[in-house]
């Protein structure tokens, strides 16, 4: 990256760090202790600051060096359902409902055809599974207990023991799976 891009970035990231936050270049300045008129020139582009102006700045708004002089990130992006990873483990379909990896976390949308038991692998130890029905009624069998869960229901369970989920419904069920770390 060259100086003038570096300055771009800067510029557009800056000024957006600084709205999605709802801050003034005023309020900004206060809290990093950078003057004013230096945040306006940076936000213009036409400014070479120092190292110290930049690590006050992304102390400030609580961000890396690299996020700062980094293009700015869009503040939403549509994953369209068929861009998310989706697996097939005999007849049920999983999809991931986070696209973005989040180390040790897991969240899933589960769907179940009549009849289908799906037998879940056990997570890292010290895990926490939640799963909650959402269309049909879906059963969980975990740690040698049943609980059938209804629409709306939720159960919490060890998600480092064996489990496995089954649909009770006379069609499709529809789950969600979200494993935490412990």
């Keep these: 990256m060259d100086q003038a891009e570096a300055a771009h970035n800067l510029a557009r990231t800056l000024v957006q760090l600084r709205e999605v936050r709802g801050l003034t270049q005023q309020q900004l300045a206060q809290l990093s202790g950078v003057p004013r008129p230096t945040i306006a020139t940076l936000e213009s582009g036409g400014a070479n600051p120092t190292l110290s102006v930049l690590v006050r700045l992304g102390a400030a708004l609580q961000v890396t060096l690299d996020e700062l002089l980094s293009p700015p990130r869009a503040s939403a992006r549509l994953y369209r359902a068929g861009e998310l990873p989706e697996r097939t483990r005999g007849e049920a379909r999983l999809r991931a409902l986070v696209p973005d990896a989040i180390p040790g976390i897991i969240v899933e949308r589960m769907a179940l055809p009549q009849g289908v038991r799906l037998v879940g692998v056990p997570h890292k130890p010290g895990t926490r599974e939640y799963l909650t029905c959402e269309l049909g009624r879906i059963e969980l069998v975990a ?36 494993v935490l770390p412990g």
């Design 143 to 178: 740690s040698g207990a049943s609980y059938e869960l209804d629409p709306g229901d939720v159960v919490v369970f060890r998600g480092d023991q064996r489990h496995s989920y089954r649909n009770l419904a006379k069609g499709e069920t529809v789950a969600y799976s979200v």
